[in-house]
């Protein structure tokens, strides 16, 4: 059964620094990408990096400049480096793994959520 399990959420004062972590379990299929979305009460989930197994990354204009986002593809693992934290970050947040099997097939996988809050 493949996992998603998700690490580095927390509480931090504006103008700190989180990083969060998402390793894949439980899979043989190789990365396709990965990214990390974000959802705020009362909003709907939106994108907020991501990366191909070729290193391009895309990031939402609200975050360029402050996040980085990163991977190893080996070790099916992702990480969101979130420097210069606003109170508007505060969401939780969750990573995404789109795998390719062997046959070519695409999945996603979604983490469980980490909870970052953006608070003085």
């Known amino acids: 059964q493949v996992q998603l399990v998700e690490s580095g959420g927390g509480l931090v004062q504006p103008g700190g620094s989180l990083t969060l972590s998402c390793a894949v379990s439980?899979?043989?299929?190789?990365?396709?990408?990965m990214g990390w979305y974000r959802q705020a009460p009362g909003k709907q989930r939106e994108l907020v990096a991501t990366?191909?197994?070729?290193?391009?990354?895309n990031y939402v204009d609200s975050v360029k400049g402050r996040f980085t986002i990163s991977g190893d593809n080996a070790k099916k693992t992702v990480y969101l480096q979130m420097d210069s934290l606003r109170p508007e970050d505060t969401a939780v947040y969750y990573c995404?793994?789109?795998?390719?099997?062997?046959?070519?097939?695409?999945?996603?996988?979604w983490g469980q959520g980490t909870q970052v809050t953006v608070s003085s």
């Open positions: 995404n793994q789109r795998l390719m099997t062997l046959g070519g097939s695409i999945w996603d996988y």
């Open positions: 990366i191909t197994n070729g290193g391009r990354t």
């Open positions: 439980g899979s043989r299929s190789s990365v396709y990408a």
